[in-house]
């Protein structure tokens, strides 16, 4: 189990602060996906719902480019959905990354969530803008386990974001796609930041890859 100090990775992902420029790459290198996953399925078991890591292979159907991860969700009250999911820790350190505002009030929140979706989405073609996010909305090879079942999209960011400026992590959204009708967006950032509200600092997580790596840079670098 690894514990994840909340409070410092707001201030390195979101603020930027001070001695945290040039090590972002490498973080997400380390532990970036594996922070995803585990705040979603945080955030999943606070639903009452189940999360299950099908695989960390995610291919497209005739090669090409790959995604994160298949992912089983077993809801509480409806149907368990499967979802082609791809990651993506851009934040105040990323190109066209921005920095929280200086005053962190309701208000700035707000506007700053609606912007940095904005930053990812066109509203009006209702497409992600960017190739390597937009990639979720391609057909992905199903897992022999999962070919007859009803497939989603998903894309987990860090940045705070949300379509209507809520702080609420989950939400979906329509989508031009011959493949989707919606895609389903979480931010990473907002529960962290909900938790933080709540008087959660400290969160004990299961990370099983990087928890490997922490190791072995324990052995190479003492």
């Given at each position: 189990?690894?514990?994840?100090?909340?409070?410092?990775?707001?201030?390195?992902?979101?603020?930027?602060?001070?001695?945290?420029?040039?090590?972002?790459?490498?973080?997400?290198?380390?532990?970036?996906?594996?922070?995803?996953?585990?705040?979603?399925?945080?955030?999943?078991?606070?639903?009452?719902?189940?999360?299950?890591?099908?695989?960390?292979?995610?291919?497209?159907?005739?090669?090409?480019?790959?995604?994160?991860?298949?992912?089983?969700?077993?809801?509480?009250?409806?149907?368990?959905?499967?979802?082609?999911?791809?990651?993506?820790?851009?934040?105040?350190?990323?190109?066209?990354?921005?920095?929280?505002?200086?005053?962190?009030?309701?208000?700035?929140?707000?506007?700053?969530?609606?912007?940095?979706?904005?930053?990812?989405?066109?509203?009006?073609?209702?497409?992600?803008?960017?190739?390597?996010?937009?990639?979720?909305?391609?057909?992905?090879?199903?897992?022999?386990?999962?070919?007859?079942?009803?497939?989603?999209?998903?894309?987990?960011?860090?940045?705070?974001?949300?379509?209507?400026?809520?702080?609420?992590?989950?939400?979906?959204?329509?989508?031009?796609?011959?493949?989707?009708?919606?895609?389903?967006?979480?931010?990473?950032?907002?529960?962290?930041?909900?938790?933080?509200?709540?008087?959660?600092?400290?969160?004990?997580?299961?990370?099983?890859?990087?928890?490997?790596?922490l190791k072995w840079l324990g052995k190479i670098a003492?």
């Open positions: 189990m690894i514990t994840l100090n909340l409070q410092e990775l707001i201030n390195f992902y979101d603020r930027k602060v001070e001695g945290s420029q040039g090590h972002a790459t490498a973080l997400n290198a380390l532990l970036g996906e594996d922070i995803a996953l585990a705040a979603f399925r945080h955030y999943l078991n606070g639903c009452g719902a189940e999360l299950n890591v099908l695989s960390r292979t995610c291919t497209r159907v005739g090669g090409g480019a790959r995604l994160d991860a298949w992912l089983e969700v077993k809801w509480c009250d409806s149907e368990p959905e499967i979802f082609q999911t791809e990651i993506k820790n851009w934040s105040s350190h990323s190109y066209r990354g921005r920095r929280t505002p200086k005053v962190e009030t309701e208000v700035s929140m707000k506007q700053h969530r609606i912007n940095r979706w904005l930053n990812q989405f066109d509203v009006d073609e209702r497409v992600l803008k960017d190739k390597d996010a937009k990639k979720v909305l391609y057909p992905m090879q199903p897992l022999p386990s999962i070919t007859t079942r009803k497939i989603a999209a998903l894309i987990i960011f860090w940045d705070p974001m949300h379509k209507d400026g809520s702080s609420e992590p989950f939400f979906r959204t329509n989508v031009a796609s011959e493949h989707f009708e919606q895609l389903s967006v979480f931010s990473i950032s907002n529960h962290f930041r909900n938790l933080i509200e709540q008087g959660t600092n400290m969160l004990e997580v299961k990370m099983d890859d990087a928890e490997a790596r003492m």
